[in-house]
């Protein structure tokens, strides 16, 4: 469990989780936005997304450029290590997305795979948040 979940230590280990979190944010506006648009144009709708089926496609590109916008800047906020909510926004709709996005068929395991990947990266952004503070408000050690 050490692997997946490192021990929190210093504010350099808070800071080295927050921007996995981060990374795990940008690739997951990347998977969002080549599900709207490899997905829309090849099947003619998106499933990854929240913004729904029923929609014209005008309004879907607009609700997923709106959708990347909250996640990258979700990912900013997760990044500056201090951002637990944005962490818990980001988590919340991450997953969401995926158990939206995980419909079976041949590449459902590798999909599920690289969810609980992106997911792991996530909860260990939160870990860093909640550790921020505590971090920052030890005093400076003299040695």
């Given at each position: 469990?050490?692997?997946?979940?490192p021990?929190i230590a210093?504010?350099?280990d808070v800071?080295?989780?927050?921007?996995?979190g981060?990374?795990a944010?940008?690739?997951?506006?990347?998977?969002?936005l080549?599900?709207?648009?490899?997905?829309?144009?090849a099947?003619g709708?998106?499933?990854a997304?929240l913004?729904?089926?029923?929609a014209s496609?005008?309004i879907q590109?607009?609700?997923?450029?709106?959708?990347i916008?909250?996640?990258?800047?979700?990912s900013?906020?997760?990044?500056?290590?201090?951002?637990?909510?944005?962490a818990?926004?980001?988590m919340?709709?991450f997953?969401?997305c995926a158990?939206?996005?995980?419909?079976?068929?041949l590449?459902s395991?590798?999909?599920?795979?690289?969810?609980?990947?992106?997911?792991?990266?996530m909860?260990?952004a939160?870990?860093?948040?909640?550790?921020?503070?505590?971090?920052?408000?030890?005093p400076?050690?003299k040695?």
């Amino acid at each position: 469990m050490d692997r997946l979940f490192p021990e929190i230590a210093s504010v350099g280990d808070v800071m080295r989780l927050a921007k996995g979190g981060a990374i795990a944010g940008l690739v997951f506006a990347c998977l969002t936005l080549l599900d709207t648009f490899l997905g829309g144009a090849a099947f003619g709708h998106s499933g990854a997304g929240l913004q729904g089926s029923g929609a014209s496609p005008a309004i879907q590109l607009l609700l997923t450029g709106a959708e990347i916008a909250t996640i990258l800047f979700l990912s900013w906020r997760v990044s500056t290590g201090h951002g637990l909510v944005s962490a818990i926004l980001l988590m919340a709709l991450f997953f969401l997305c995926a158990m939206s996005g995980i419909d079976g068929g041949l590449f459902s395991i590798a999909w599920t795979i690289a969810y609980f990947c992106l997911g792991v990266l996530m909860l260990n952004a939160i870990r860093a948040s909640l550790r921020y503070g505590a971090f920052k408000a030890e005093p400076a050690r003299k040695n």
